[in-house]
């Protein structure tokens, strides 16, 4: 073994380092706790330390003085025996035994150990007296509290919130239970009661556990075993944080020898002897000698005699043990003074303390003078046990309250009283009286009055207990923040009697909310800034776009040669390109504000499957593709759901499919599954053979700006949303997307959206009128079309699309001089663009509404033009006066099929006089 070295040099002499082991040694032992000591095996002091100098005296420290002198001389011997018997193969030993130090005893436990080739023992001792004394003390009081029980006929119970009955041995003894049984159901103890006197006690406890008020009940019980016993059970509640009971704590009493005595006295001849002998009490009647002269049944049996064994005897024969404050107080009434006690404390016979409740009295004879004593005692020791439980319940609670912030205020109605259990000075500028607490106070931060007047007010009506959140200003303008909750009981006419509330402080937890919700509104800006500048950017790109790909659609139509042809197709295909980028941008930034919305109609499923692939297989196709599409019968027919968002869906899977396919096939499937309870989903299904993805990442690529890998971004382009988007319409749909692939062989994308059919079968004879194709090129010649755009460049865009369509073009370049045109011209239809400078484009349809109904003119169809197409801006377009929108950048095909769609709606209203069905209450989406 090897040891720390000292620092110590290494040239230090031997004589130096012996000193430094000695001093440190010294030290250690001096700083040690317990009594330390090294002995001989004769007991004989060597070295002590400072606490074994304490504990035996200076003497008991000094060289050859014997550990044996102060043992107990009924254990010196086997101590000494002890210390021989220690050696290298006995090195230990653990003992206890008493010192006797002068006239004091201290009971030891010592350990001692051999110290090997020095024959010295080593004795720690540790002095345990004032624990052996506690626990004596506790095995004491523990055996009294049993004798109390056994010899009083007493007994303690606890009744919880769940109304279980736990008692101690007496009280089981007394009610007649067994005590290894489970804890008796107060429902089932009101059974063992005298019927007519079970309401009375259900009340008690009902008013003990809701008013909070202490339990005094006498009542008659029948047994398990088939007696009868007259019983006295008294209690207090206890309080919980919260302000409510949480259980009943108290004593029972078998009053059985006092029933008895109170027949029997029934039957007496003398009224004062019936009256004293049948008291419910203990009472007892002296002479001025004390020689007892009556005396309750109580009273005697409370001394365990017989009425033969107490009258006529000096009651300090039968009671020797009286105290003399008592003995000074008979005295006193002797001499005619009136005396009283509430909780008298004194030590009983049995070696216990206990408490009385007494009064005593002089009471005269004939002649007027004095002609004994008259008392009256209670045994109030289980009542004031309960109280000081109860306050020392309150104490814990108050400190539980402290380091929680809560306080506790009470209202007592009939008395006008406020009781309080807190530091109410952290919560209030002032101490809450019951006037500031009901009608409230100055120091009510005044936002908040109102609110707490109406609460109370609406308890107060027959409202529910409330909780309110609510702040008080001290002098010094500093505010916290309260929760509190408040009940009101009431008495049974139903005006108030009590009112609870618990507090607690909050003021760091509204902190922490004001915190958020500032860093809340912070990003709600944030949102709308990112969302306006989308939306402004999205029309900025619009607009050019505009005219880039309306300029690249008419350039296509003339004559080109095949290098020119490819190079204007090259322009349209990276507009287009463009535009689905901004149009991906703009739905998911309005998706992740949750700022969009459904239109939930009626409308022909198949037609609307059908006419989103058809969009697709052109695009496919152009690609080498081939396009396989099977549309169940089970879509045939009318349905309601949003067509435009389940369109979006499958428009955005198709483009994902033909984007990532080179070679091979896409195919598309389409039905209508029946669910339980008639609930019906639309089941689509977008397969492709294009380069597909790992199976690990089938939930990933529905994350945002996320592909199959970085290559994916850098072959194909996009952003990585249209999966994301796709996932959210849906889900918002209440449905299901889920993707299954292999990287290589192509994959497959399946969606499940909740829909339900029609149920006005007229309706698709209705669709099928609306949705007519129309002839484009005749069908809108020499029509009169007024245009309102303040871009030249759009003016150009759409003189260039309308060339050679035979309409009357008229140009505003702004919206007012839209309206004075529009009021001083006749017109078959309005494109009215929306964004522009001296009127927009929403005040000029406005007005121009106006001013077709001030002079009764029917309504001219108008179609709003803006590179902002969300729903919101549709719709306010709507609620402006449009007919319908159209989107920028405008398609050629898209704004024939508007104009033709409205002009013939203008020839049918000028010529037809039938008005079976109204067009304009029907919604046609561009």
């Given at each position: 073994m090897t040891s720390t070295p000292l620092p110590l040099g290494s040239g230090s002499p031997p004589e130096v380092i012996e000193q430094c082991l000695a001093s440190a040694t010294?030290?250690?032992?001096?700083?040690?706790?317990?009594?330390?000591?090294?002995?001989?095996?004769?007991?004989?002091?060597?070295?002590?330390?400072?606490?074994?100098?304490?504990?035996?005296?200076?003497?008991?420290?000094?060289?050859?003085?014997?550990?044996?002198?102060?043992?107990?001389?009924?254990?010196?011997?086997?101590?000494?025996?002890?210390?021989?018997?220690?050696?290298?193969?006995?090195?230990?030993?653990?003992?206890?035994?008493?010192?006797?130090?002068?006239?004091?005893?201290?009971?030891?436990?010592?350990?001692?150990?051999?110290?090997?080739?020095?024959?010295?023992i080593s004795f720690v001792g540790r002095d345990v007296t004032r624990q052996d004394v506690l626990e004596r003390e506790r095995q004491e009081t523990a055996t009294a509290r049993?004798?109390?029980?056994?010899?009083?006929?007493?007994?303690?119970?606890?009744?919880?919130?769940?109304?279980?009955?736990?008692?101690?041995?007496?009280?089981?003894?007394?009610?007649?239970?067994?005590?290894?049984?489970?804890?008796?159901?107060?429902?089932d103890l009101v059974e063992m009661?005298?019927?007519?006197?079970?309401?009375?006690?259900?009340?008690?406890?009902?008013?003990?556990?809701?008013?909070?008020?202490?339990?005094?009940?006498?009542?008659?019980?029948?047994?398990?075993?088939g007696t009868t016993r007259m019983i006295r059970v008294a209690g207090a509640p206890s309080i919980d944080a919260r302000g409510q009971v949480e259980a009943m704590h108290g004593v029972v009493v078998d009053k059985s020898e006092s029933h008895v005595a109170l027949q029997a006295a029934l039957n007496a001849d003398s009224t004062v002897r019936r009256f004293v002998q049948s008291a419910p009490m203990s009472i007892c009647m002296c002479d001025n000698d004390l020689r007892v002269m009556m005396a309750s049944a109580s009273w005697i049996?409370?001394?365990?005699?017989?009425?033969?064994?107490?009258?006529?005897?000096?009651?300090?024969?039968?009671?020797?043990?009286?105290?003399?404050?008592?003995?000074?107080?008979?005295?006193?009434?002797?001499?005619?003074?009136?005396?009283?006690?509430?909780?008298?404390?004194?030590?009983?016979?049995?070696?216990?303390?206990?408490?009385?409740k007494w009064s005593a009295a002089p009471w005269f004879n004939g002649d007027g003078q004095i002609g004994g004593i008259i008392a009256v005692h209670e045994d109030v020791t289980a009542i004031v046990k309960a109280q000081h439980e109860v306050e020392s319940s309150k104490e814990r609670m108050s400190f539980g309250m402290a380091i929680t912030q809560m306080m506790i205020w009470e209202l007592d109605f009939e008395m006008r009283e406020t009781y309080i259990e807190g530091d109410w000075k952290h919560f209030f500028p002032q101490r809450p009286s019951f006037d500031s607490l009901t009608g409230g106070d100055s120091w009510i931060h005044q936002s908040d009055r109102e609110m707490l007047a109406n609460k109370w007010r609406a308890h107060l009506a027959g409202g529910a207990p409330y909780t309110a959140e609510y702040r008080v200003t001290f002098a010094d303008n500093r505010e916290i923040w309260h929760a509190a909750s408040i009940r009101i009981l009431k008495t049974v006419k139903g005006s108030p009697a009590r009112a609870f509330a618990v507090i607690q402080d909050i003021t760091a937890r509204k902190h922490i909310e004001l915190k958020?919700?500032?860093?809340?509104?912070?990003?709600?800006?944030?949102?709308?800034?990112?969302?306006?500048?989308?939306?402004?950017?999205?029309?900025?790109?619009?607009?050019?776009?505009?005219?880039?790909?309306?300029?690249?659609?008419?350039?296509?139509?003339?004559?080109?040669?095949?290098?020119?042809?490819?190079?204007?197709?090259?322009?349209?295909?990276?507009?287009?390109?463009?535009?689905?980028?901004?149009?991906?941008?703009?739905?998911?930034?309005?998706?992740?504000?949750?700022?969009?919305?459904?239109?939930?109609?009626?409308?022909?499923?198949?037609?609307?499957?059908?006419?989103?692939?058809?969009?697709?297989?052109?695009?496919?196709?152009?690609?080498?593709?081939?396009?396989?599409?099977?549309?169940?019968?089970?879509?045939?027919?009318?349905?309601?759901?949003?067509?435009?968002?389940?369109?979006?869906?499958?428009?955005?899977?198709?483009?994902?499919?033909?984007?990532?396919?080179?070679?091979?096939?896409?195919?598309?499937?389409?039905?209508?599954?029946?669910?339980?309870?008639?609930?019906?989903?639309?089941?689509?299904?977008?397969?492709?053979?294009?380069?597909?993805?790992?199976?690990?990442?089938?939930?990933?690529?529905?994350?945002?700006?996320?592909?199959?890998?970085?290559?994916?971004?850098r072959r194909y382009g996009g952003l990585g949303l249209g999966l994301s988007i796709v996932k959210r319409l849906v889900e918002l749909m209440s449905g299901k997307v889920s993707a299954s692939s292999k990287e290589g062989e192509g994959s497959t994308f399946e969606v499940t959206i909740p829909i339900s059919r029609d149920r006005i079968a007229a309706l698709g004879a209705l669709t099928t009128v609306a949705v007519e194709d129309f002839d484009a090129e005749t069908s809108i010649e020499n029509l009169r079309l007024l245009v309102?755009?303040?871009?030249?460049?759009?003016?150009?865009?759409?003189?260039?699309?309308?060339?050679?369509?035979?309409?009357?073009?008229?140009?505003?370049?702004?919206?007012?001089?839209?309206?004075?045109?529009?009021?001083?011209?006749?017109?078959?239809?309005?494109?009215?663009?929306?964004?522009?400078?001296?009127?927009?484009?929403?005040?000029?349809?406005?007005?121009?509404?106006?001013?077709?109904?001030?002079?009764?003119?029917?309504?001219?169809?108008?179609?709003?033009v803006s590179a902002n197409a969300t729903d919101d801006h549709v719709q306010e377009a709507k609620?402006?006066?449009?007919?319908?929108?159209?989107?920028?950048?405008?398609?050629?095909?898209?704004?024939?099929?508007?104009?033709?769609?409205?002009?013939?709606?203008?020839?049918q209203t000028s010529t037809a006089d039938d008005t079976d069905f109204d067009l304009d209450e029907f919604d046609i989406a561009v």
């Open positions: 010294e030290h250690f032992m001096n700083a040690a706790s317990e009594a330390f000591a090294l002995i001989d095996q004769d007991g004989r002091v060597v070295r002590a330390n400072i606490a074994y100098r304490r504990l035996t005296g200076p003497a008991g420290g000094a060289h050859d003085a014997s550990i044996l002198s102060y043992v107990d001389p009924d254990k010196r011997e086997a101590v000494r025996e002890t210390l021989r018997a220690l050696n290298d193969k006995s090195p230990g030993r653990t003992t206890q035994f008493r010192f006797r130090i002068g006239n004091e005893v201290r009971l030891i436990d010592a350990e001692m150990s051999w110290m090997g080739p020095s024959g010295l049993d004798a109390v029980e056994q010899v009083g006929d007493i007994g303690h119970w606890r009744a919880g919130r769940d109304f279980k009955l736990q008692c101690s041995p007496g009280a089981s003894r007394i009610l007649g239970l067994d005590p290894a049984a489970p804890p008796l159901v107060l429902t009661i005298a019927p007519e006197e079970r309401e009375a006690v259900v009340q008690a406890a009902r008013d003990a556990f809701e008013k909070r008020k202490p339990v005094k009940q006498t009542f008659s019980l029948r047994r398990a075993d049996a409370e001394h365990g005699l017989t009425e033969s064994d107490v009258l006529g005897r000096n009651i300090y024969e039968i009671q020797s043990w009286i105290p003399e404050k008592w003995r000074a107080m008979h005295r006193r009434v002797l001499r005619g003074e009136a005396m009283s006690h509430e909780s008298d404390a004194y030590d009983s016979p049995r070696g216990d303390q206990r408490w009385l958020a919700m500032e860093a809340e509104q912070r990003a709600l800006v944030a949102a709308a800034a990112k969302s306006d500048f989308l939306s402004n950017m999205s029309h900025e790109i619009r607009t050019p776009l505009n005219g880039v790909l309306a300029v690249s659609e008419v350039l296509l139509r003339t004559q080109l040669d095949e290098r020119q042809g490819e190079m204007v197709r090259l322009i349209s295909t990276s507009g287009k390109t463009l535009l689905r980028v901004m149009d991906d941008l703009v739905e998911f930034s309005r998706l992740e504000g949750d700022d969009i919305s459904f239109d939930v109609r009626p409308f022909e499923l198949e037609e609307a499957v059908r006419n989103t692939c058809e969009a697709a297989r052109t695009r496919a196709e152009a690609k080498g593709l081939r396009f396989d599409t099977f549309i169940s019968a089970s879509c045939d027919g009318v349905f309601r759901a949003d067509p435009v968002r389940i369109g979006q869906v499958l428009g955005n899977l198709l483009n994902n499919a033909v984007k990532f396919t080179d070679q091979g096939h896409i195919g598309v499937s389409a039905t209508v599954e029946e669910l339980a309870e008639s609930k019906t989903q639309l089941r689509l299904s977008v397969t492709d053979t294009g380069v597909g993805f790992a199976p690990e990442l089938a939930e990933r690529i529905f994350e945002r700006f996320e592909q199959a890998d970085i290559s994916t971004s309102a755009e303040d871009n030249p460049m759009n003016r150009r865009v759409v003189e260039l699309l309308l060339a050679q369509s035979g309409l009357h073009i008229t140009f505003a370049e702004n919206g007012k001089e839209a309206v004075e045109k529009f009021s001083t011209q006749k017109f078959d239809l309005v494109l009215m663009d929306l964004q522009m400078p001296i009127m927009g484009g929403l005040a000029a349809m406005r007005a121009i509404r106006a001013w077709e109904t001030e002079k009764g003119r029917v309504p001219t169809p108008m179609l709003a609620e402006a006066g449009a007919d319908d929108h159209v989107a920028k950048p405008i398609v050629r095909e898209t704004l024939f099929e508007a104009i033709a769609r409205y002009a013939r709606r203008t020839a």
